[in-house]
């Protein structure tokens, strides 16, 4: 399985490179940072600097429970796994493509569900956290089955359905944990989702919600790409997606129909291959 996923993920990528030698895709252009408060102030002004600042600290400080976080395999949180090591990794090479390109709006999903996308935002989304000068906001975008909340343990959280119809304020319904890790989590499932994402009220108020945080990357937990079209729908209004297949369960017409519906869409970061039998090699990491 793994090799098919391998030759799978060769031949996408050859294709991608063919297309993108003989012209640029259409409507896949990174769309220009919108300008923070603190890139328009006056030199030496702290005014807006002190804005952005404020709207972190309006947020409600969330109280993660470290055991909690292990059970749900959060293992970037404190590091006392090995096994996040791939994802400070993964981490380090996602902040290079971003900078490079200019980008900050980044999809996670996956071909089905049950690969593990969710799991991979949030570990992704606190190894970022780990970065003291690089801010990060984590939304569940997975409206139909909505899991952030519960694998971070706050069975609490208000329906993120709320807050995209503006019935309550970004301030009282995101979360931070410290001041560089901002989350939007989802308590309650929507039923007409894929209506509720192509809403313009709703691209409209998560463009307010960034441009007030100005994050150095927001991360989009989405639903799985051949399940539904909410993803599909989505994308349009980010600047990269991330695939997340499953070793032993996506198989490569998987991902080459997942490729086929990004094209011309989205710009393609390529497969984080999840669940390999692998695993981390303790000993390469035994140096220190």
């Known amino acids: 399985m793994v090799e098919r996923l391998k030759h799978a993920i060769e031949k996408a990528r050859a294709l991608r490179e063919a297309q993108a030698a003989e012209q640029p895709a259409a409507g896949v252009a990174a769309a220009p940072r919108p300008s923070s408060p603190a890139a328009s102030a006056p030199a030496g002004s702290s005014a807006a600097v002190s804005e952005t600042d404020a709207f972190w600290s309006s947020l409600r400080e969330l109280e993660l429970r470290p055991e909690r976080l292990h059970r749900s ?6 590091k006392s796994d090995l096994a996040h090591i791939p994802f400070d990794l993964l981490r380090t ?47 569940d975008m997975d409206l139909k089955a909505p899991e952030m909340a519960r694998i971070l343990g706050q069975k609490e959280a208000s329906p993120l359905a709320w807050l995209l119809s503006g019935r309550t304020q970004p301030e009282a319904a995101l979360m931070r944990v410290g001041m ?44 799985p790409l051949l399940v539904s079209d909410d993803a599909i729908a989505f ?10 297949a499953a070793a032993g369960q996506t198989t490569a017409k998987d991902i080459e129909s997942c ?26 990491y035994e140096y220190a």
Not at 196 to 223: F, G, H, N, W
Request: aromatic share 4%; with cysteine.
């Open 73 to 78: 395999r959060i293992v970037t949180h404190d």
């Open 93 to 139: 090479r996602l902040m290079k493509v971003l900078r490079d390109n200019g980008w900050r709006r980044v999809a996670i999903t996956s071909p089905t569900k049950g690969c593990g996308k969710t799991l991979v935002a949030a570990n992704l989304a606190f190894s970022l956290a780990r970065q003291p000068d690089y801010r990060t906001l984590l939304i």
């Open 180 to 223: 560089n890790l901002a989350l939007g989590l989802n308590g309650e499932r929507v039923r007409d989702s894929t209506e509720m994402i192509q809403d313009e009220k709703t691209v409209s108020l998560l463009a307010s919600i960034t441009e007030r945080l100005d994050p150095d990357v927001v991360i989009y937990d989405l639903p």
């Open 235 to 244: 994308v349009q209004h980010v600047d990269c997606v991330l695939l997340v």
């Open 259 to 284: 490729e086929r519906m990004f094209a011309g869409q989205v710009n393609f970061l390529g497969v984080l291959l999840n669940k390999a039998e692998d695993g981390v090699n303790r000993k390469a």
